[in-house]
């Protein structure tokens, strides 16, 4: 049996290395780690190891499509699911994507990943291998191992797993966001140390003079900062040191997760704040109300799908026609502050813009008659007057 293995250097995925031999007979494994814009010593961590411990390691460099096909679209939809910015959510079916393709490529009989039995990404992952016609095998959600059995296990393979007693949190990065879980943050009450950011600086830190930032949309991505044209990894990037550095995007949540559990998660993700939000601004210039309050719901729905991984469900082309549809409007500039902690949106402009300043100032009369108003007026709230007056 030959078995591809969604790899990423950490404890669970190299252990199942060994597992999926020894347990579930597998002749070959294969290791491939997809790079969605983890940190490069994550990815150098997991190459060598991936070479050492598999038959076959293979790296695939995913990122201007995550940031294409994934990202994007979730800008366009405002992605948020309790106030989460879908960060892992949104990366995993991707890596599921790619490490089917290759379990086709390499003729392999199964995939694998190295989830656990309690959270949402087992779901992700399944949903799409099984979409795509392949046999799942979960070696840490069937073997219930605990970690002390599976550092054990590690030791007895080889594996050197730097498992820090003092810092025992569970990290997820990719070029949107950064989740940490585990250890005392499992408390809810527990206050977060500042060791667990890495992304952003506490605001009481950050610089004392705010930073002013001109953000370009073009059909509702993003495409330059302050008039510079970038490529969306790079405005990515450079956005996540800039606004983390004024201590931007910090999320502290109690999440429902899939299964109904209930868990506490800490996030840091300084692009995604200000990119949702200048986002979200420009559509309130540009959309009419009518497609605003319908896309509030298609953007919620939207969420909820990535959330449990269900990109292969046909709603989801769906819920992307409709609001690509209603993105070919969203273009022009938000010029926003960072100050401490805290963005906020300071002007906008564009061409599409459903705003005429003649007709709205005080100052000028704007060919708006009042009495037309006065006749509208008569009518509004007309039931209402109904119920409490009977006339
Ligand atoms: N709660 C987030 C989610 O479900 C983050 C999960 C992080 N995953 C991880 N394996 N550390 O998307």
Request: proline share 2%; no cysteine.
């Given at each position: 049996m030959k078995v591809a293995l969604a790899y990423s250097g950490g404890l669970d995925t190299s252990v199942c290395i060994p597992l999926l031999k020894e347990?579930?007979?597998?002749?070959e494994v294969i290791s491939v780690v997809v790079d969605v814009g983890q940190p490069d010593e994550d990815l150098k961590r997991g190459n060598e190891r991936g070479e050492k411990l598999s038959d076959l390691h293979v790296i695939i460099d995913a990122k201007a499509e995550f940031v294409k096909d994934y990202i994007f679209p979730l800008i366009k939809a405002n992605g948020d699911y309790e106030g989460y910015v879908l960060g892992t959510a949104i990366a995993r079916p991707l890596i599921a994507k790619k490490v089917a393709e290759v379990a086709i490529k390499e003729g392999a009989n199964a995939v694998a990943h190295g989830c656990?039995?309690?959270?949402?990404d087992q779901l992700r992952f399944d949903a799409v291998f099984r979409a795509m016609g392949l046999e799942v095998i979960a070696p840490m959600r069937e073997l219930k191992f605990v970690r002390s059995e599976e550092i054990e296990y590690a030791k007895e393979k080889g594996i050197?797993?730097?498992?820090?007693k003092d810092t025992p949190w569970s990290i997820d990065e990719n070029l949107w966001s950064r989740s940490i879980e585990g250890g005392r943050l499992e408390d809810p009450s527990f206050i977060p140390p500042e060791?667990?950011?890495?992304?952003?600086?506490?605001p009481e830190d950050a610089p004392d003079t705010p930073h002013l930032l001109k953000i370009t949309f073009r059909e509702g991505v993003p495409v330059a900062l302050d008039g510079k044209l970038l490529d969306g990894t790079e405005l990515i990037r450079k956005l996540n040191e800039i606004a983390g550095e004024h201590g931007v995007g910090r999320t502290d949540i109690i999440e429902d997760r899939v299964l109904g559990l209930k868990a506490r998660e800490n996030y840091e993700h300084p692009a995604a704040t200000v990119l949702i939000k200048a986002h979200r601004d420009l559509e309130q210039l540009v959309l009419t109300r009518n497609e605003l309050r319908f896309k509030e719901v298609v953007d919620a729905r939207w969420s909820e799908l990535v959330y449990q991984g269900?990109?292969?469900?046909p709603l989801y082309d769906d819920l992307n026609a409709f609001i690509d549809s209603t993105q070919k409007r969203v273009s022009g500039e938000v010029t926003v502050k960072l100050y401490k902690g805290s963005m906020q949106i300071l002007g906008r402009s564009s061409?599409?813009?459903?705003?005429r300043e003649d007709w709205v100032?005080?100052?000028?009369?704007?060919?708006?008659?009042p009495m037309a108003a006065d006749g509208f007026s008569k009518f509004h709230g007309l039931q209402a007057r109904m119920c409490r007056t009977g006339r």
């Open positions: 347990r579930y007979g597998a002749r656990t039995g309690k959270g949402n050197d797993v730097p498992v820090k060791e667990i950011f890495a992304w952003t600086k506490s269900l990109l292969l469900d061409e599409f813009a459903l705003y100032s005080f100052d000028s009369e704007g060919g708006i008659d």
